[in-house]
């Protein structure tokens, strides 16, 4: 079974700052994708950011973008320019490929979150 | 674009009862994911479905069941409730079975047991 490990309960950063939250996971499966979801205070999950295990280059939506390096099985996220919006509890989460997922069939393993607080 | 509808968004009940959760996926997707999220935890996976069959289970109570219909939306039907499935539970969908496509959240339900 994969676990997905968030050691960072919380982050402080000032609006117009840069913070990086920490994931790592344990797998020995080679096809697997990982996400990053944005819980705010509303409870919805909103998806931030997806990677491809197979793709080597680091994935990029406007402000976010990840540090993925497969061999420490480390998936970091970086948010820039932080604005009050960005407050959320982050999850990252696991999910097998379609050539691992034979118990697994797509569902996700997330890890306990990081609660993001943006102070003006 | 459309999401992934949820109804109720809350509901409340009392102990023993039974509860149903509705989940109408985006239009053309085919794959339906039920998690519960208690307070101050994070999503933990139930079940899914994939063109109306059972594709996986997780740590889903006997108590409850679901299904996905014809026309993809999926019901969570939970029976004899007790406090602690007091919870926030979102159902998610996705296109190809789920296996490449990525997973949309619709917003919740809130289910509050008394």
């Known amino acids: 079974a994969q676990t997905v490990t968030q050691s960072q309960p919380e982050m402080s950063v000032q609006e117009a700052e840069t913070v990086t939250l920490s994931c790592t996971y344990d797998?020995?499966?080679?096809?697997?994708?990982l996400f990053w979801y944005k819980q705010p205070p509303s409870r919805q999950m909103i998806l931030v950011i997806r990677?491809?295990?197979?793709?080597?280059q680091n994935a990029t939506e406007n402000r976010f973008s990840v540090n993925f390096q497969k061999a420490a099985k480390s998936f970091s996220l970086k948010i820039s320019d932080s604005q009050l919006g960005d407050a959320a509890m982050y999850f990252c989460?696991?999910?097998?490929?379609?050539?691992?997922?034979?118990?697994?069939?797509?569902?996700?393993?997330f890890g306990a979150g990081t609660q993001v607080v943006v102070t003006p | 674009a459309a999401g992934v509808i949820q109804s109720p968004r809350h509901l409340i009940k009392e102990k023993r009862e039974t509860a149903t959760l509705k989940c109408y996926p985006i239009?053309?997707?085919?794959?339906v994911y039920w998690y519960q999220q208690g307070p101050g935890q994070d999503p933990q996976f139930l079940i899914s479905?994939?063109?109306?069959?059972?594709?996986d289970k997780g740590s889903i109570p006997d108590r409850f069941s679901a299904q996905q219909f014809s026309d993809y939306h999926s019901e969570l039907n939970m029976s004899s409730l007790e406090l602690g499935d007091s919870a926030l539970y979102f159902c998610?969908?996705?296109?190809?079975?789920?296996?490449?496509?990525?997973?949309?959240f619709g917003p919740g339900t809130r289910l509050t047991v008394l």
């Open positions: 479905f994939y063109e109306k069959m059972q594709s």
């Open positions: 239009p053309r997707h085919d794959t």
């Open positions: 990677q491809e295990a197979y793709k080597q």
């Open positions: 797998t020995s499966e080679s096809d697997y994708y």
């Open positions: 989460a696991y999910r097998s490929g379609a050539e691992e997922a034979t118990d697994s069939w797509g569902k996700l393993q």
């Open positions: 998610a969908s996705s296109s190809q079975g789920g296996l490449t496509d990525t997973q949309y």
